[in-house]
């Protein structure tokens, strides 16, 4: 069964730290992963990853993908408050054009 | 991207109706999703709606429960059918361009069922 394992469930910090949020999964003939952040209802797209090694960045954020460990982090440097939010990483498998969803890590970063 | 809207955006129902949730789209796009989140959970997702055709339900999702229609490639409509409390959640409407693009998601829609 394909599945999507997020670490670690929640995290606190304080604004200026960094954080690394983790995503490992399972999943046959992987094909993409997808970061989002979720602050209200409605989930904010962060990344597309599909090769090993190669790093995406906006701002504070970055992302890599590990295709031959199976996992994914998720760093955030000098966090801010507005930072506090669902992370949630979601992973499709060759074929399905379906994404199967982590539980999420929810950050929350104090002033 | 793609700017996508829903209505409503949240309701308060008595059990035993129906809600039906529009997602409009401002372009075409080849892929449309209907996801479910319970309070306190992940995305789970319901069925993926088929231009001109049934949608697709996931496993534990029943057409009869939760009809869904989409007429063209820039809207959908998911119908929540017989409610019961346990239907209390949001509902989300995604979409995709193609097999090699992102998914973008909807506003959502927060449904309570009294």
């Known amino acids: 069964e394909d599945k999507v394992v997020q670490s670690p469930l929640s995290l606190v910090v304080h604004e200026g730290d960094t954080v690394t949020l983790n995503c490992s999964y399972e999943?046959?003939?992987?094909?993409?992963l997808l970061w989002y952040k979720q602050e209200k209802k409605a989930p904010t797209f962060l990344f597309m990853l599909?090769?090993?090694?190669i790093e995406k960045k906006s701002g504070r954020l970055s992302s890599i993908l590990d295709k031959k460990e199976l996992f994914s982090i998720l760093n955030i440097t000098a966090t801010q408050t507005g930072d506090s939010a669902v992370y949630l990483c979601?992973?499709?498998?060759?074929?399905?054009?379906?994404?199967?969803f982590g539980t999420g890590t929810r950050l929350k970063v104090l002033a | 991207s793609a700017v996508i809207s829903q209505k409503p955006s949240r309701d308060i129902c008595q059990r035993g109706t129906s809600l039906t949730i529009q997602c409009q789209v401002d372009?075409?796009?080849?892929?449309m999703f209907w996801y479910r989140q319970q309070p306190g959970q992940s995305l789970t997702l319901i069925a993926t709606?088929?231009?001109?055709?049934?949608?697709?339900?996931e496993s534990g999702f029943v057409i009869d429960k939760f009809p869904i229609s989409r007429p063209n490639l820039t809207f959908s409509t998911l119908t929540v059918s017989n409610m019961s409390p346990e239907d209390s959640s949001i509902y989300l409407c995604?979409?995709?361009?193609?097999?090699?693009?992102?998914?973008?998601f909807g506003p959502g829609t927060r449904l309570t069922v009294l």
């Open positions: 372009s075409q796009v080849t892929m």
């Open positions: 995604s979409v995709r361009r193609g097999g090699e693009s992102e998914q973008f």
């Open positions: 999943v046959t003939n992987f094909r993409s």
């Open positions: 709606a088929n231009q001109g055709s049934e949608a697709t339900y």
């Open positions: 599909t090769s090993s090694g």
């Open positions: 979601a992973v499709e498998a060759s074929g399905t054009y379906k994404y199967i």
